[in-house]
């Protein structure tokens, strides 16, 4: 496996969860979608932020030993876990809460279970709840995000990366597939813009953060701050438009040479 996949994928990675009990001294969980149930992947609710802004989080997690990552079915998110977020998130535009992502997670669930109940149709429906929301959201990428699974949280105003980590159409396993051979699973990371500094450099990606960073709990949670705080005097249709434009000024950089 590509050195930098396996340090993706460790067991150590930072967390959604630490996270959000660093960001959220309190914080009030929601669980289930009322009609599939729970999805173990997701951490999602609301809390208050030391300086008492309100926030809703929507974190997703691979798990930290093969119990966990059972159990969270590695982070491939299941239809009750994008329900959930849809609950989460229509609570957040109800109540004027900006809303953060914490990613890190292969894609969504592919199982012929999540196709049966409408997998497709609850990942479309979150990327453009997300995408109209008239409140600030940001997303940030703790490890890998990829799919229209990752891009349901992903369409967001403001997108944070660690430097290490990945944000594509498709996992570089999958893209190595795709193309029959044609290129091994570490070409696959380089051959698209899916790392942080690629993204960064088409204006995807508005901040860049070193996962070696001594104290990288404390930096995230100020950085999300940080971001956040311009957001929230911005009015609701100039919010929905940033999103639109930014996602367009990256189309408009195709092809890549």
């Given at each position: 496996?590509?050195?930098?996949?396996?340090?993706?994928?460790?067991?150590?990675?930072?967390?959604?969860?630490?996270?959000?009990?660093?960001?959220?001294?309190?914080?009030?969980?929601?669980?289930?979608?009322?009609v599939?149930?729970?999805?173990?992947?997701?951490?999602?609710?609301?809390?208050?932020?030391?300086?008492?802004?309100?926030?809703?989080?929507?974190?997703?997690?691979?798990?930290?030993?093969?119990?966990?990552?059972?159990?969270?079915?590695?982070?491939?998110?299941?239809?009750?876990?994008?329900?959930?977020?849809?609950?989460?998130?229509?609570?957040?535009?109800?109540?004027?809460m900006?809303?953060?992502?914490?990613?890190?997670?292969?894609?969504?669930?592919?199982?012929?279970?999540?196709?049966?109940?409408?997998?497709?149709?609850?990942?479309?429906?979150?990327?453009?709840?997300?995408?109209?929301?008239?409140?600030?959201?940001?997303?940030?990428?703790?490890?890998?995000?990829?799919?229209?699974?990752?891009?349901?949280?992903?369409?967001a105003?403001?997108?944070?990366?660690l430097?290490?980590?990945?944000?594509?159409?498709?996992?570089?396993?999958?893209?190595?597939?795709?193309?029959?051979?044609?290129?091994?699973?570490?070409?696959?990371?380089?051959?698209?813009?899916?790392?942080?500094?690629?993204?960064?450099?088409?204006?995807?990606?508005?901040?860049?953060?070193?996962?070696?960073?001594?104290?990288?709990?404390?930096?995230?949670?100020?950085?999300?701050?940080?971001?956040?705080?311009?957001?929230?005097?911005?009015?609701?249709?100039?919010?929905?438009?940033?999103?639109?434009?930014?996602?367009?000024?990256?189309l408009?950089?195709?092809?890549?040479?």
């Open positions: 496996m590509d050195e930098r996949l396996k340090r993706l994928r460790a067991a150590d990675r930072l967390s959604a969860p630490t996270v959000i009990q660093a960001l959220l001294p309190t914080f009030v969980p929601l669980h289930g979608d009322r599939l149930g729970d999805d173990a992947a997701l951490t999602a609710g609301f809390g208050r932020t030391a300086d008492q802004q309100a926030l809703t989080v929507l974190g997703i997690d691979r798990g930290q030993n093969v119990n966990e990552r059972r159990q969270k079915n590695g982070g491939a998110l299941t239809v009750p876990g994008y329900r959930t977020a849809l609950r989460v998130v229509a609570h957040a535009e109800k109540f004027r900006p809303v953060v992502s914490l990613l890190n997670m292969p894609g969504a669930d592919a199982s012929p279970q999540s196709e049966e109940h409408g997998q497709s149709q609850a990942i479309a429906d979150l990327i453009a709840a997300m995408g109209q929301l008239t409140v600030p959201n940001i997303v940030v990428f703790l490890g890998e995000g990829h799919s229209g699974g990752a891009l349901g949280f992903a369409n105003n403001r997108v944070i990366m430097d290490d980590s990945l944000f594509n159409v498709a996992s570089p396993e999958a893209v190595a597939a795709i193309l029959h051979g044609q290129q091994t699973v570490s070409a696959a990371i380089d051959l698209l813009p899916m790392t942080a500094a690629a993204l960064k450099q088409r204006g995807l990606v508005d901040v860049v953060i070193d996962h070696r960073a001594p104290d990288l709990v404390a930096t995230l949670s100020t950085q999300i701050i940080d971001l956040l705080v311009p957001l929230l005097p911005v009015m609701p249709d100039a919010l929905i438009a940033q999103r639109e434009e930014k996602f367009q000024a990256f408009e950089q195709w092809p890549l040479n």
